[in-house]
């Protein structure tokens, strides 16, 4: 497709047009995952964070959160749980918290190596040097998921402090894919400031780094950020960028977000339909659930995760697809060291 082309597809509003994207999309998926949808476990260990982005409701500006952080023990039995459920991946994700260091991190993902020696290991756990990344690597973690947010320069400093930059960001990408891991990275559709253009980017960006995953969610703005009385992003916009993705890169993972659930109760159906493949159902326990709010409205925060399971296998099934409790290896290869 021609930038002109791709372009006409982000800005169309024609429903035949839009049904025949989501068609095309839905049928390049099936070619290469079938009908099957992978699951994730996502474990939120820590909403302190050290960064400021001003769309996120956990960043350190934000002085009404109400922080926490899971112990090694806690952790532990997020990942029993998931366990004894069927998942075969665990994803940690938290905020930059500067109390966990590289030793840290090395000795929980040490841990849950030990008692899960065949599960996937992935960390969502921002920005950090290669010598960290690495030292993550060699504990067994193989998977990373690092989203650029915009891949427009003057977009991204529109969203965060000048000290938070995208060439900082996308080294990061490219030092994670050098070193082995699964890389996952993604973008926010109709955040603030946000142009037709800029998605284009995000497309060539992806073009580039050729991960094996991609999130795309719409912006929810959160009532603590600056960004508090800006609109969110539309449905049909981010489904049009989960197309346009599985187009461009047919054989990378595209998660059913959380976000786009939120935003429509049918949303991560939505998706499935339009060429996602994944869902990452929470596995944190209860209690702090409601506290890892980087949006607000967040949907799933009361829930077991066992209800979690139960009802995203439904909707699976509602429109026609396969749950797999499978490990999920993405087809798109890795990079060779
Ligand atoms: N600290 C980790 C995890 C970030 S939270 C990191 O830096 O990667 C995971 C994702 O949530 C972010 O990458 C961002 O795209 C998304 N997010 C944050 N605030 C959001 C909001 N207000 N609306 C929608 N998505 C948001």
Redesign the pocket.
């Known amino acids: 497709m021609t930038d002109t082309e791709l372009l006409r597809f982000i800005t169309t509003e024609d429903k035949e047009e839009t049904g025949e994207l989501f068609s095309r999309a839905r049928a390049v998926r099936e070619q290469h995952y079938g009908k099957a949808v992978y699951f994730r476990g996502l474990i939120e260990f820590t909403n302190y964070?050290k960064?400021d982005?001003y769309?996120?409701?956990?960043r350190c500006g934000n002085m009404k959160v109400r922080r926490y952080r899971l112990s090694l023990e806690q952790i532990l039995r997020c990942c029993a749980a998931g366990d004894m459920m069927g998942f075969k991946t665990f994803v940690l994700?938290?905020?930059?918290d500067p109390y966990y260091t590289e030793e840290h991190i090395r000795e929980i993902v040490q841990a849950i190596r030990r008692k899960f020696p065949y599960h996937a290991i992935t960390l969502?756990?921002?920005?950090w040097k290669r010598e960290s990344y690495e030292a993550f690597f060699r504990a067994g973690a193989n998977r990373y998921?690092?989203?650029h947010?915009t891949a427009d320069g003057e977009h991204y400093a529109r969203l965060h402090p000048t000290w938070q930059t995208l060439e900082a960001r996308k080294q990061c990408l490219f030092d994670l894919r050098d070193i082995g891991y699964q890389v996952g990275s993604?973008?926010?559709v109709g955040?603030p400031f946000q142009k037709p253009q800029d998605l284009l980017e995000d497309l060539h960006f992806l073009q580039q780094l050729n991960p094996q995953m991609v999130?795309i969610?719409?912006?929810?703005?959160?009532a603590d950020?600056p960004?508090a009385a800006y609109p969110?992003?539309t449905v049909e916009l981010t489904l049009k960028m989960l197309a346009l993705t599985r187009l461009l890169l047919p054989k990378t993972l595209l998660p059913a977000?959380t976000?786009l659930g939120t935003i429509d109760p049918k949303g991560r159906e939505k998706a499935l339909m339009a060429g996602a493949n994944v869902v990452m159902p929470n596995l944190s326990p209860v209690g702090v659930r409601g506290l890892y709010t980087?949006?607000?409205n967040k949907i799933c925060t009361g829930e077991e995760a066992a209800e979690c399971l139960l009802c995203m296998q439904g909707r699976i099934h509602s429109c026609g697809f396969v749950p797999d409790m499978g490990r999920g290896d993405s087809l798109v290869a890795l990079k060779t060291p």
């Open positions: 964070c960064n982005c769309y996120c409701g956990i994700q938290g905020g930059e969502s756990i921002g920005e998921l690092m989203r947010e993604g973008f926010m955040s999130g969610g719409p912006f929810i703005p959160h950020t960004f969110a992003g977000t976000a980087l949006y607000n």
